[in-house]
């Protein structure tokens, strides 16, 4: 090489160590790219999901439901509702567990059987009633704590209502990814005293969107497992226990880290044993939306949110 060039006159030899500098630029640049692309790629094919509160966030959900609930082999009930629920977060730990309440704030339902069709029904029992439960930003429940422990109840969708916070175990995951989760935990917002579910999720990562004007990491479960509740009051002693069967998807906000959109539907086995031991068996199929109506943000996430655009300014 460095004879051919010494053969070259002054003028060739600029020429040509021109040419040698640009092709060893677009190479460079090439590679550059190359790397640029692959870390893009990486972004964009990983999504994140966590829950993030501040003390004070208020949130509104509304819900649209419709169940089919057979006991001991009678005519199917037939019913359509729609809930309302406030949450509230009451504190975060320095751990940072979430200190929520729900609270069932509205309830209308059209209920059919046989021939009776179409009852309406606007009160229940679990309207009013504010439950407390802990999670941490991966959906663990940490502790529960009811409003009075001296009422037993149900709400309108059942001890084992399809639930807003779905068990996440994992932050990060690819695209198409897949992984398993278990956890035993109460669901106060169901019934007091609080049912026990045993669960394990399969949960499989899709590719974010917008939901409802809100830029979305959207995952899907199936879980399944067992349900138990035991009722031992006065004027009502009984025990059921489930075999739990659910399909669902969730919408998270990559920004407010709250569900944007649950979507849940669930097959319930049940076996209720009245207080003279008599068992009856029974059958609740629910499908159900929750979306999100409405957050009135904590007075640190109004200092978070500040701050980002100061930053983005």
Same mark, same amino acid.
């Given at each position: 090489?460095?004879?051919?060039?010494?053969?070259?006159?002054?003028?060739?030899?600029? !020429?040509?160590?021109?040419?040698? $500098? $640009? &092709?060893?630029?677009?190479?460079?640049?090439?590679?550059?790219?190359?790397?640029?692309?692959?870390?893009?790629?990486?972004?964009?094919?990983?999504? *994140?999901?966590?829950?993030?509160?501040?003390?004070?966030?208020? $949130?509104?959900?509304?819900? #649209?439901?419709?169940?089919?609930?057979?006991?001991?082999?009678?005519?199917?009930?037939?019913?359509?509702?729609?809930?309302?629920?406030?949450?509230? *977060?009451?504190?975060?730990?320095?751990?940072?567990?979430?200190?929520?309440?729900?609270?069932?704030?509205?309830?209308?339902?059209?209920?059919?059987?046989?021939?009776?069709?179409?009852?309406?029904?606007?009160?229940?029992?679990?309207?009013?009633?504010?439950?407390?439960?802990?999670?941490?930003?991966?959906?663990?429940?940490?502790?529960?704590?009811?409003?009075?422990?001296?009422?037993?109840? #149900?709400?309108?969708?059942?001890?084992?209502?399809?639930?807003?916070? %779905?068990?996440?175990?994992?932050? *990060?995951?690819?695209?198409?990814?897949?992984?398993?989760?278990?956890?035993?935990?109460?669901?106060?917002?169901?019934?007091?005293?609080?049912?026990?579910?045993?669960?394990?999720?399969?949960?499989?990562?899709?590719?974010?969107?917008?939901?409802?004007?809100?830029? *979305?990491?959207?995952?899907?479960?199936?879980?399944?497992?067992?349900?138990?509740?035991? &009722?031992?009051?006065?004027?009502?002693?009984?025990?059921?226990?489930?075999?739990?069967?659910?399909?669902?998807?969730?919408?998270?906000?990559?920004?407010?880290?709250?569900?944007?959109?649950?979507?849940?539907?669930?097959?319930?086995?049940?076996? !209720? #044993?009245?207080?003279?031991? $008599?068992?009856?068996?029974?059958?609740?199929?629910?499908?159900? %939306?929750?979306?999100?109506?409405?957050?009135?943000?904590?007075?640190?996430?109004?200092?978070?949110?500040?701050?980002?655009?100061?930053?983005?300014?």
């Amino acid at each position: 090489m460095y004879r051919i060039i010494k053969t070259f006159s002054m003028e060739k030899r600029i !020429i040509l160590a021109f040419i040698i $500098i $640009i &092709i060893t630029s677009v190479f460079a640049s090439a590679q550059n790219l190359e790397l640029d692309i692959d870390d893009n790629l990486k972004e964009v094919d990983t999504v *994140c999901f966590k829950y993030k509160f501040f003390p004070g966030d208020t $949130i509104i959900y509304y819900a #649209v439901g419709y169940d089919s609930i057979s006991i001991d082999y009678d005519n199917p009930i037939l019913k359509s509702r729609f809930e309302k629920f406030r949450i509230v *977060c009451d504190s975060v730990n320095k751990e940072g567990h979430y200190y929520l309440s729900q609270t069932l704030i509205e309830f209308i339902s059209r209920e059919s059987k046989g021939d009776i069709r179409n009852v309406g029904r606007e009160e229940s029992p679990w309207r009013g009633r504010t439950m407390h439960f802990a999670i941490d930003s991966l959906g663990y429940r940490k502790s529960v704590f009811p409003d009075d422990t001296l009422r037993a109840g #149900v709400s309108p969708g059942g001890a084992f209502n399809p639930i807003i916070f %779905n068990l996440i175990a994992e932050p *990060c995951k690819k695209v198409d990814e897949s992984w398993l989760a278990q956890d035993t935990f109460y669901l106060p917002e169901n019934a007091y005293p609080f049912p026990l579910a045993r669960l394990t999720y399969l949960n499989r990562a899709s590719q974010s969107n917008d939901t409802l004007g809100y830029n *979305c990491n959207v995952y899907e479960f199936i879980n399944t497992g067992q349900g138990r509740m035991k &009722i031992d009051a006065d004027n009502l002693k009984m025990e059921m226990t489930s075999r739990i069967n659910g399909h669902g998807k969730v919408y998270l906000d990559t920004n407010l880290f709250i569900p944007i959109h649950i979507f849940s539907t669930v097959e319930l086995k049940m076996m !209720i #044993v009245d207080e003279s031991g $008599i068992k009856k068996p029974g059958w609740h199929h629910i499908n159900l %939306n929750y979306t999100l109506e409405e957050l009135i943000p904590g007075k640190g996430r109004k200092i978070e949110e500040k701050q980002i655009m100061k930053e983005s300014n």
